[in-house]
């Protein structure tokens, strides 16, 4: 069963239409991550939230923004999108239980959006 | 961040053990090697994680160099579903929320 789901799989927006991306969690995790992979790239930390704390990435454009209203779910929010952020968008979730370090990380299956 | 290097790719037979590569000679005393895949089209996946002592799951083996500078992720029988991208990571163990940095990976293609 999916654990950390992303809707849609596939979003197709306009140049500087604001665009938001949505992810779930059934795990219960503390921590949630939102990355950006573009085409033949590593996936790249835009942001996470430790609880309801919001810890942004120093080289995140302000473009970006993310909500997290409750424990389960986290939004990607893109305010004017260009056609430079057309990505792979991944969620992820850890547990700082036992120390951050000794936690691996749960991804969904990514929102690949495109820009027209 | 304690940067890993890893080559860019690998090729190996089908049913044939794998082994994957990675140097981090700053890694730090708190730092843990995780490893990651992504096959085409999805999220990265866990594969496997350690400190100091060799690990084993289900899905691989990692041994750490007695220095603990460099890694190797084994697979012991590959299969076409193996290939992927495979990320090295350190993790930073204290001081940190579990933040991951990529860095390129390697791909692995395995031949029928």
């Known amino acids: 069963d999916a654990m950390v789901i992303q809707n849609p799989r596939y979003q197709v927006t306009q140049f500087g239409k604001p665009v938001t991306l949505s992810c779930s969690q059934t795990?219960?995790?503390?921590?949630m991550y939102w990355y950006q992979q573009k085409s033949s790239q590593a996936p790249k930390l835009l942001f996470h939230y430790y609880d309801k704390d919001f810890n942004n990435e120093a080289d995140t454009p302000d473009n970006f923004q993310s909500r997290r209203p409750n424990t389960s779910f986290c939004f990607l929010d893109i305010r004017s999108p260009g056609l430079g952020d057309a990505a792979m968008y991944l969620c992820?979730?850890?547990?700082?239980?036992?120390?951050?370090?000794?936690?691996?990380?749960?991804f969904g299956d990514g929102t690949r959006l495109s820009i027209l | 961040d304690a940067k890993t290097t890893q080559p860019n790719s690998m090729e190996s037979n089908e049913e044939e053990p794998v082994h994957l590569p990675c140097n981090h000679s700053?890694?730090?005393?708190?730092?843990?090697i995780h490893w990651y895949r992504q096959l085409p089209s999805q999220g990265p996946e866990y594969v496997i994680h350690g400190l100091t002592s060799n690990v084993n799951n289900r899905m691989a083996s990692l041994a750490i160099a007695e220095d603990r500078k460099s890694s190797t992720l084994i697979l012991h029988r590959a299969t076409l579903r193996d290939a992927a991208v495979y990320y090295c990571i350190l993790k930073i163990g204290r001081g940190s929320q579990g933040n991951l940095i990529f860095g390129k990976g390697t791909k692995l293609s395995v031949k029928p």
């Open positions: 700053t890694i730090s005393g708190t730092d843990y």
């Open positions: 795990l219960n995790h503390n921590v």
């Open positions: 992820a979730t850890s547990s700082i239980g036992r120390g951050p370090g000794n936690q691996p990380q749960h």
